[in-house]
């Protein structure tokens, strides 16, 4: 079954400064990966998705994503994070078929950001 | 209405009550899920419905009785519930299987 690592908890960054999320997954052939983020109380957003062709995928909001084969990752990154992108960040794959057609959440991120 | 909505967007029951979620979407979608979060865990995929045809059942507990009239409708009916089934229960839908998943607001269940 596949599995998905968020390594950090809690990340604090400042505002304005460069913000990467860490994001590795395990699976033996190439899913479908995910970034959501949700603030409290809320749903979860969808922020960028890959599927296949370029590795360096552009979401909303500012955020980018690049999927590395080598080394199961999909990091979330944003070169300067606004007090607005304060919240919890999840990383998730899918798969098709084999009755696990849904998504496999990471733990999720908590994003703050210091003034 | 727009997107996936989900009603009530919260619940207080006691564990001998019967009550349900209800989830719609309005997005054209032939796909619906649920999903439990509770605090430290990661969310938990409990049902899955394909042209409201169930296709993933995670081994969730028989006090969790899903329904799917329609493609734009889901329900989660709960009976006899425990305290340990308070969460965050979040609805999502999607084009196709497997498709990217946008999800509701979802209904904080509280069991007493």
């Known amino acids: 079954a596949q599995s998905v690592t968020q390594p950090d908890i809690h990340i604090t960054v400042s505002e304005g400064a460069s913000l990467e999320l860490r994001c590795n997954y395990s699976?033996?052939?190439?899913?479908?990966l995910f970034w959501y983020v949700q603030s409290p109380g809320q749903g979860l957003q969808l922020l960028l998705k890959y599927f296949s062709g370029d590795t360096l995928v552009q979401g909303i909001k500012g955020f980018e994503a690049e999927f590395k084969r080598s080394q199961s990752s999909f990091n979330l990154r944003k070169p300067s994070v606004h007090w607005s992108d304060a919240a919890e960040y999840f990383c998730?794959?899918?798969?098709?078929?084999?009755?696990?057609?849904?998504?496999?959440f990471g733990k999720g991120t908590h994003l703050i950001i210091q003034p | 209405e727009t997107g996936v909505t989900q009603t009530p967007r919260h619940l207080v029951m006691g564990m001998t009550n019967k009550k349900s979620l209800k989830c719609e979407q309005h997005?054209?979608?032939?796909?619906m899920y649920w999903y439990k979060q509770s605090a430290k865990k990661p969310l938990e995929l409990m049902f899955v419905?394909?042209?409201?045809?169930?296709?993933e059942n995670n081994s969730v507990p028989s006090r969790f009785s899903p329904e799917c009239p329609n493609s734009s409708h889901l329900f989660l009916h709960l009976h006899t519930l425990q305290p340990e089934d308070s969460a965050l229960y979040l609805c999502a839908s999607s084009q196709d299987l497997p498709d990217t998943q946008y999800f509701g607001p979802g209904t904080r269940l509280t069991v007493l």
């Open positions: 419905y394909s042209l409201e045809e169930r296709v």
């Open positions: 997005l054209g979608h032939n796909a």
């Open positions: 699976y033996g052939a190439t899913p479908y």
């Open positions: 998730a794959v899918g798969v098709s078929g084999g009755g696990a057609d849904g998504l496999t």
